[in-house]
């Protein structure tokens, strides 16, 4: 048996197992395309804070944190403030909610839309979990695992599959380009191909970054491309304080606004800073530094400053990681398109959609496949109908 048959019904079977998950998948993945844009825009599109007055400055971030505390019962675990004058600053108080401040009075504006991030949640968990909840989630993860290492094996094996057998101008216009006025099987594969012509290489990548994801070795394996040692486990962190969690004694008000203020002169161009409040009086302030859309992990940096004092405990630019973490970093947001911008999610959002028209097409004609072979089988099995011919009486002898 010839490689391409060989790798054709290893394809075929895995692309009509996985079909109907992987089109989940792909579906989930339009609808996440700009999860991020459109809860900022649904969250603040209500709550811009222009300032009242020419050169007025943003209230110091202890002041911020109180007001929240006031309008809250609760403990904040982090502050987001972005460069943008009219943007309304972030309090958040554990995962769960984000309440939203005029940077300039203190004011408490809201919690932002509750039923868009409900609703983004959601599509998360079948983009995930297939809508799994509790310990059904285990089982649903191994079923989209395996489903991602299937998409990749049918993305690789499909630009196989798709390369001309003989090189002409013809035979790569009609698996290059769409073809109008086929019938319904030629078109579908017509379709199949010339999509995934066109959406092989970002769509490769898309996957590629989603195996890295869902399996803990082939992010290992990440680092040990680049020669490097597989960095050890996270320990478990503890689950931020929350509005039913007893408030921890710490120290909010005292050298919080020098360190923001040193935050702010580490990098010139900064587009938003988060400080993650720290739990005790000494411990270090942590700030998230970004100058990208926030899915760029090249253009974020973790600032830690020591609290008594204010000096540079750690810097951590995108530069200073190593190859394997900068590499892993960004396949995390390859997954995504974000690691581009706004470019790269249109990009993922288009391969997204043509993933889906990759399963359409490919389970229509895997059906149309079988209904010939059931019709081919059936008229091999039905029994030849013998015609005896019955003799004509001589009617010269009557």
Request: some cysteine; hydrophobic content about 45%.
């Amino acid at each position: 048996m010839k490689l391409r048959k060989i790798i054709f019904w290893v394809h075929l079977p895995i692309g009509v197992a996985a079909g109907i998950v992987i089109l989940i998948m792909c579906v989930t993945g339009v609808l996440l395309a700009y999860e991020k844009q459109i809860i900022s825009w649904a969250d603040t599109r209500h709550y811009r804070s222009a300032p009242p007055a020419t050169n007025t400055q943003r209230l110091p971030i202890e002041t911020l944190i109180a007001k929240a505390r006031d309008a809250r019962e609760g403990t904040p675990t982090a502050v987001t403030i972005k460069s943008d004058p009219l943007a309304p600053a972030e309090i958040a108080f554990g995962r769960e909610t984000t309440l939203f401040a005029n940077p300039y009075t203190g004011s408490i504006y809201g919690q932002g839309s509750p039923k868009v991030r409900a609703f983004f949640r959601g599509v998360t968990d079948w983009h995930r979990w297939l809508g799994a909840n509790g310990e059904n989630r285990n089982v649903a993860r191994a079923i989209t695992g395996a489903s991602n290492l299937g998409f990749l094996f049918l993305v690789m094996s499909g630009f196989y599959l798709w390369w001309p057998r003989n090189w002409n101008l013809k035979a790569l216009r009609n698996v290059t380009w769409f073809r109008r006025g086929l019938p319904a099987r030629a078109r579908d594969f017509n379709w199949h191909n010339v999509i995934g012509f066109w959406s092989a290489v970002p769509l490769f990548i898309v996957v590629l970054s989603a195996v890295v994801i869902s399996y803990t070795w082939a992010g290992n394996l990440v680092y040990r491309i680049v020669g490097e040692t597989t960095p050890a486990p996270r320990a478990n962190q503890p689950a931020p304080a929350s509005a039913n969690n007893e408030k921890p004694k710490v120290d909010l008000s005292n050298n919080l606004q020098p360190g923001w203020t040193r935050a702010e002169q580490q990098v010139s161009d900064w587009r938003s800073i988060t400080l993650q409040l720290p739990t005790s009086a000494t411990a270090p302030l942590t700030f998230n530094i970004d100058r990208g859309t926030g899915g760029q992990p090249q253009k974020r940096a973790q600032l830690v400053l020591d609290r008594p004092t204010g000096d540079v405990v750690r810097w951590e630019p995108f530069s200073s990681q190593t190859r394997g973490r900068q590499l892993r970093s960004i396949l995390r947001f390859a997954h995504t398109g974000e690691v581009a911008g706004i470019v790269g999610q249109t990009i993922a959002a288009l391969v997204s959609i043509g993933g889906a028209f990759l399963v359409i097409t490919g389970l229509a004609l895997a059906m149309r496949r079988l209904v010939a072979w059931l019709s081919r089988r059936a008229r091999s099995a039905k029994p030849a109908v013998i015609h005896v011919s019955t003799p004509v009486p001589d009617s010269a002898g009557d």
